[in-house]
């Protein structure tokens, strides 16, 4: 019998363990039918991808299956069998799976399928239909598997049913015996985590301070990092805000990014109360940049006159290029300075592209800071804040009520495609009303109070005192909160000179 040389492709779609448990019984199986055959194992390690999918559904890119196609492009594959314990392990795509035979053809590789004890040529006619059937069945299979899972998920979604890892402030209770899902009920610990930060938004606490306090306490995460536990920063203002955004905690389920349902388990925190979250945090009319971990104070918030691109930091050279006495040039001293990033298609000064403005960085958070403090120090400030969100309170109980009557009525239309099997009349009426909602949540953003952070912050006086002790990102929520910069170029007679161009800085108040 002729020796051949075999390399062998081992895969497994998932490995939660991350033990490589299937991969190595492949292996141990292609080993002992490769013996018996009187083949002979090549020295290198197997091509080997672990908890990787080969469907076209797959996220992740297998590795060492990129590697084989390159081996084999290559003419380094250097074996004169490719060795796979099962054709689906090769892959669930046909075109793939093409490329795949096509090179072992051009290379004269023949194909080993361990559960099917054969070596197949794919030179050969019969034996290339068969192994392109393989491929085919396998990518029918992988189709028919996904579209079950989407329906089952779907019905599960419309029937207010968890799915996938239980949410943080709940506890997931199943049967003993059969492990059935049997309820979902709050968390003794954690539930009054998300309470508490809801609580303390409303009263007008920064997530920085919200998330800062709870790693002072030693409050565990939400989600612990179990790889690497170097990498876990514990609560964080974007985890926080993330939380507070999920509208499971207002008892309702979502699938794909929208409300489908009344979920199964209780509500944390009541929808009215969820919804005025979702404008605090993010209100419509001014989109927020995440403040944490910020840098500078106006990065993201003050604004270019001329094209009203957001202005970034960037570093400016301060004076001439020194000589030293070696006669070598010395690195040039340079200073931290806003730049408008500029807008693609409009030209900086004179027509050239980049920039159209720029100030120093101390010089504009100076200016910007004592516009504010004045501002917020005006005896009718608190008065007008209040004032406004009084008078506001009728519009707003009507938006609440249209945003309502909306998603009363789109829950009616699932339940009506759910009973017709029409899930293409959802779709229809998604695109119709969903424009109608987010208009109405923008008109209520803009009806929404002044931040309560920046009312207790005015309310407790002393703000100029206060200010340099305040962390960067309450500084920030502060600023943008009240007012946006806008800067404009360097007028006539003000090149070279020092000090705050008071005529550079406008201010849009809010």
Not at 275 to 291: A, C, F, G, H, I
Not at 299 to 324: K, P
Not at 460 to 484: F, H, N
Request: charged residues 30%.
């Amino acid at each position: 019998m002729e020796a051949l040389t075999v390399r062998e492709y081992l895969r497994v779609s998932r490995d939660r363990l991350h033990e490589g448990k299937s991969p190595d019984q492949q292996h141990d199986e292609n080993v002992m039918s490769i013996e018996r055959q009187g083949w002979v194992m090549h020295p290198d390690p197997s091509y080997r991808d672990t908890d990787r999918s080969a469907s076209r559904f797959a996220k992740k890119d297998r590795e060492d299956f990129s590697r084989l196609i390159a081996d084999l492009e290559k003419d380094t594959f250097s074996a004169d069998v490719l060795a796979i314990w099962e054709s689906s392990r090769g892959s669930r795509r046909v075109g793939e799976w093409v490329d795949l035979v096509d090179l072992c053809k051009q290379r004269k590789v023949r194909i080993w399928v361990t559960t099917h004890g054969r070596l197949y040529d794919p030179s050969n006619a019969r034996d290339r239909r068969s192994l392109l059937e393989d491929a085919v069945d396998a990518e029918y299979e992988s189709d028919k598997t996904s579209e079950r899972l989407l329906r089952s998920v779907r019905a599960s979604a419309e029937q207010g049913k968890p799915h996938g890892k239980n949410l943080y402030g709940y506890l997931r209770v199943y049967d003993p015996q059969t492990r059935q899902l049997l309820a979902v009920e709050e968390h003794p610990d954690q539930a009054s985590v998300v309470r508490e930060a809801a609580a303390r938004i409303l009263e007008g606490h920064s997530l920085y301070a919200i998330a800062r306090d709870l790693n002072e306490r030693g409050v565990p995460p939400r989600r612990p990092n179990r790889v690497d536990h170097r990498k876990n920063h514990g609560w964080t203002p974007p985890a926080v805000k993330q939380m507070l955004s999920t509208a499971a905690y207002a008892g309702k389920r979502e699938h794909q990014g929208a409300v489908v349902a009344d979920a199964v388990w209780p509500a944390l925190i009541n929808l009215e109360t969820w919804q005025k979250l979702q404008v605090l945090m993010s209100p419509p009319e001014r989109k927020r940049t995440n403040d944490w971990p910020a840098q500078h104070l106006l990065a993201g918030i003050a604004r270019c006159s001329v094209c009203g691109g957001m202005m970034r930091v960037g570093r400016q050279n301060a004076g001439q290029r020194l000589i030293g006495a070696d006669g070598e040039p010395r690195p040039r001293a340079t200073y931290k300075t806003y730049v408008c990033a500029g807008v693609p298609g409009r030209p900086g000064p004179n027509g050239t592209k980049g920039f159209h403005v720029a100030m120093r960085k101390e010089l504009l958070d100076e200016a910007v800071c004592e516009l504010l403090f004045a501002r917020l120090e005006r005896p009718d400030f608190l008065a007008g804040a209040e004032a406004g969100s009084d008078s506001n309170q009728v519009e707003r109980g009507a938006l609440l009520q249209e945003i309502a009557g909306y998603e009363e009525y789109l829950d009616s239309v699932r339940a009506e495609a759910a009973k017709r099997l029409r899930f293409d009349l959802v779709l229809d009426q998604e695109n119709r009303v969903r424009p109608k909602i987010e208009a109405a949540q923008a008109r209520l953003g803009r009806l929404t109070q002044m931040d309560p952070f920046v009312l207790s912050l005015v309310a407790d006086g002393g703000i100029r005192d206060r200010w340099a002790s305040l962390p960067l990102a309450e500084q920030r929520r502060t600023v943008r909160a009240v007012m946006t910069p806008i800067v404009k170029p360097i007028g006539k007679g003000w090149r070279g000179r020092k000090g705050i161009n008071w005529d550079r800085v406008e201010v849009v108040w809010f």
